[in-house]
């Protein structure tokens, strides 16, 4: 079955660090990829998403995301937290012709210290 | 901007009753979707609709069914509520371009948390 698997549970970092958080799905087609944020108390909102093109992808907020095919993984960065980066993140996949059903990783629950 | 919008932001039911979770989007979205959120687990997809009156099954279909009779409102009905029920519920929209449309945006509303007793 595809499945999306997010690294890491919980991730704690002070201000100013550097951020990585893994991703990587089980599906040997063409897909989209996505990372949503919930922000405390927040909607789920979209971060960035890649299609096609360039495999770095920028996103709001400083953040953005890496597609390397050949090791299915989507990883998603920023050089420099701040406190208001808390927040839960998923990476997503919709596999090609599928539905456009998104397959939601378990998510990072990432906590920044002032 | 899109606004999708769920009927309940808290809601407490009791074992066996019949609950009705509404969500209404206003950008003419042909696609909706229920999802459950649970910690660990991130979101699965109970239900979800590419147009009036269609529906398929999700990865989580058991236990629930939906209702699409407006292109605005797509509502999650638990027949008879259980407590592993308990959950948050996300409905969610996108533009869709029939089945298969595999590159959109989905906009999430607020969700509804549910407690049953």
């Known amino acids: 079955a595809q499945s999306v698997s997010q690294h890491n549970h919980h991730v704690i970092l002070s201000e100013a660090a550097s951020l990585e958080l893994g991703c990587n799905y089980s599906?040997?087609?063409?897909?989209?990829l996505f990372w949503y944020v919930q922000y405390p108390g927040q909607h789920l909102q979209l971060l960035l998403k890649?299609?096609?093109?360039?495999?770095l992808v920028k996103g709001i907020k400083g953040f953005e995301a890496e597609f390397i095919k050949s090791k299915f993984s989507f990883n998603l960065r920023k050089p420099s937290v701040q406190w208001s980066d808390t927040a839960e993140y998923f990476c997503?996949?919709?596999?090609?012709?599928?539905?456009?059903?998104?397959?939601f990783g378990q998510g990072t629950e990432l906590s920044v210290k002032p | 901007d899109v606004k999708v919008t769920q009927s309940s932001r808290y809601l407490v039911k009791r074992t066996g009753e019949k609950v009705f979770l509404e969500c209404v989007q206003d950008?003419?979205?042909?696609?909706m979707f229920w999802y459950r959120q649970d910690p660990g687990l991130g979101l699965r997809l109970i239900y979800f609709?590419?147009?009036?009156?269609?529906?398929e099954k999700g990865d989580i279909p058991e236990g629930y069914s939906v209702s699409r009779e407006k292109k605005e409102r797509f509502s999650l009905i638990l027949e008879s509520a259980s407590t592993n029920q308990t959950s948050m519920y996300l409905c969610?929209?996108?533009?869709?371009?029939?089945?298969?449309?595999?590159?959109?945006?989905?906009?999430f509303g607020p969700g509804t948390r549910l407690l049953v007793l």
């Open positions: 969610a929209s996108s533009l869709g371009q029939g089945r298969g449309a595999s590159g959109e945006t989905q906009y």
């Open positions: 599906y040997g087609g063409t897909v989209n």
């Open positions: 890649y299609f096609s093109g360039d495999p």
């Open positions: 997503a996949v919709i596999p090609y012709n599928q539905g456009g059903k998104l397959i």
């Open positions: 950008m003419d979205h042909e696609n």
């Open positions: 609709s590419y147009d009036v009156k269609m529906k």
